[in-house]
């Protein structure tokens, strides 16, 4: 006997576990199935966390993160975890537009700025971030920039002339040419990325002074309006100020920029050399 059901406004009609030929099966709206919730995208990020008022060594934590629900960048989710997981995560962030240089760290075995690293999404391993390497931690990601800020003031990175201003002068000025000397130096954020990736660096960061400040010692030393260019060349003429570095080029392989630190440095030597 054929059994006879309605299923939302249309009638079918068929045998027990039969389906009569050009029929077809279908669920009104009424009785449509939800769809299934999405799989999330997790990724996992291992942070170095370091607390100097805890009475314990540092230790990795780690933070699962829905990437789906974070920004592209992994800066995005830093700023996730301490919003949304753990407040106590300390780190340095500002512009969020590679910048400022606030948040160099170390990221998957390299220094670059978090603000401009992408999170690799397809990757299945975990998101390794570290502070710094060879600098002193103040807490967890943020890094002691002490020495590295008197080693940039050491360098007086500022203009100085010796013949005073003409009346109604205003202005430095300088020829186009002169202006194009200065590319690829100027853009330097100081986020110190190219001075912790040298061992040069890493053994005597107490005198010398690294790749990012030499590199802007030359930005001065090579800038037409400057008047004091063979003080600035004697000073650096220090066995560990300068020729500590022995072009590992680690600098400007690691530089989120890309600007080449190693090529400053051979310019100063060379300059040096001639100024003898």
Known sequence: MAMRRVIGS??????????????????????KLKDAAPAKNIK????????????QKPYISTYPINVDECGPM???????????LDS???FRRSCREGICGSCAMNIDGSNTLACLTYIDKAAPSAVKIYPLPHMYVIKDLVPDMSNFAEQYA?????????TP????Q????????DRKKLDGMYECILCACCSTSCPSYWWNADSYLGPAVLMQAYRWIEDSRDEFTSERLE???DSFKLYRCHTIMNCSKTCPKHLNPGKAIAHIKKKVAESH
């Open 44 to 55: 996992t990020f291992k942070v170095y966390r370091y607390d100097p008022d805890q009475d």
């Open 165 to 168: 201003k003409e009346p109604n």
């Open 235 to 237: 000073a650096l003429d």
């Open 154 to 162: 050491s360098i007086q990175p500022w203009l100085q002339t010796k």
């Open 170 to 177: 205003k202005e430095f000025l300088q020829t186009q040419v």
């Open 10 to 31: 249309v009638r079918h009609v068929s045998a027990p576990g039969t389906l009569r030929a050009g029929a077809t099966r279908f669920l009104g709206t009424d009785l």
């Open 74 to 84: 992994v800066l995005d989710a830093l700023l996730k975890i301490k919003n949304e």
């Open 88 to 90: 106590t995560l300390s």
